[in-house]
């Protein structure tokens, strides 16, 4: 058996505020996807969402948290800086690149759900890099985050989400499974 | 079902070597990912390593100012943020050198998603950890590295402030999409 497997790839064709998954197998050990997106937004560096169904798509829409650990992005500074969330509508502590630039620089995110189809809570962590052809504030971004939302039923989909903005043409989402014992 | 990552080549160092190349990597792939296990020759406890892209018209890497980097340095204590544009490298961070316990390395990876993508310029996403001392002293970087070129990338050079000591491993993987 493969250790790593391919469950879904898309890239957009045109611009898009969501790019979604709902026939996730349960069979796998761990979720593992990436992406490579930007969205209109004029902004420089904004937060991206990500939601997950559980059953036959059901989307779940409240009840997300996390923290995170940053630089750059819409807050501005390079000095490193920590924010929290609670209670929120999806997971939002993510940073992708906006249009400012009007460059084709893409922010690079990669994400874990362990166990995503126990009835454990629902964790994920991220880790999400991105730069223009600038070093101010808001061109730039360097974000870690946890994440955490207290649902035990099992994912069965995944939305990503432009929050502000939609996703340009090329943004991509794979999305993997891991295997284990 | 098929495995969705695939090994492209892997190169461990039988002596000390000042760059370590991947080359011809073929655009079949969705991601590239690469692990290693680093330690430089330099006389220090982590000095610096670096890495440079190549497409069809470079000979065989971009050796001009096109890469931009942004990071976080963690030392254990503080937390640096910092970025330059203008670079002829992207700097990944430092790796545990020669005034360290010889038998320590560090730990590195670097995701290049959609490396053969025409329509994008190219990011270059790193982690890089060092141990450096015989106690619990540690260093690490997290890279937003950016390669100002929208050319497929065909060739990965990763450079060393000296030498890359004997025994490093960096194996390239290619990612199904």
């Keep these: 058996m493969a250790a790593l497997e391919l469950i879904n790839h898309q890239e957009l064709s045109g611009t898009a505020t969501t790019m979604t998954y709902t026939s996730i197998p349960s069979t796998y050990k761990h979720l593992y996807f990436v992406a490579s997106t930007k969205t209109d937004s004029s902004s420089g560096n904004i937060n991206m969402g990500v939601r997950f169904y559980t059953g036959s798509s059901s989307e779940v829409s409240s009840g997300y948290s996390g ?26 502590l ?16 990669e994400f874990l ?19 223009g052809n600038s070093v101010s504030s808001g061109q730039y971004n360097v ?33 993997y499974g891991l295997n284990g014992a | 079902m098929a495995s969705a990552v695939e090994f492209i080549a892997k190169t461990e ?13 073929p655009g079949t792939y969705q991601h590239l990912q690469i692990r290693a296990s680093v330690r430089d020759t330099a006389s220090d406890y982590v000095e610096s390593i670096y890495v440079q892209l190549g497409g069809a018209s470079d000979s065989p890497v971009d050796t001009g100012n096109n890469y931009i980097r942004n990071y976080i340095d ?24 020669a005034s360290a316990d010889s038998e320590k390395f560090g730990g590195m990876f670097i995701n290049i998603l959609d490396y053969a993508n025409t329509d994008k310029q190219t990011t270059v996403q790193a982690f890089l950890e060092a141990h450096y001392t015989s106690g619990n002293s540690a260093r690490m970087r997290f890279t937003a590295g950016l390669w100002t070129d929208l050319e497929a990338v065909q060739t990965i050079k990763l450079i060393p402030n000296v030498n890359f000591a004997t025994h490093s491993v960096f194996t390239l993987y290619g990612l199904k999409g």
């Design chain 2, 13 to 25: 160092l039988g002596s000390d070597t000042s760059s370590v190349s991947f080359t011809s990597i």
């Design chain 1, 143 to 175: 974000n870690q985050g946890a994440h955490l939302n207290t649902t035990t039923a099992a994912i069965t989909g995944l939305k990503l989400m432009s929050i502000y903005g939609s996703f340009v043409q090329y943004s991509t989402l794979t999305i």
């Design chain 1, 94 to 109: 993510i940073y992708e690149m906006g249009d400012n630039l009007s460059q084709p620089t893409f922010t690079s995110t």
């Design chain 1, 113 to 131: 759900i362990a166990n995503y189809n126990t009835s454990n809570y629902k964790q994920m962590l991220s880790y999400g890099t991105g730069t």
């Design chain 2, 74 to 97: 963690v030392d254990g204590t503080s937390e640096t943020g910092s970025g330059q544009l203008s670079n002829t490298n992207i700097w990944l961070g430092k790796a545990t050198a």
């Design chain 1, 67 to 92: 923290r995170l650990f940053k630089i750059g992005g819409y807050l501005g500074g390079s000095t490193p800086s920590g924010a929290a969330q609670s209670s929120q509508a999806q997971w939002s």
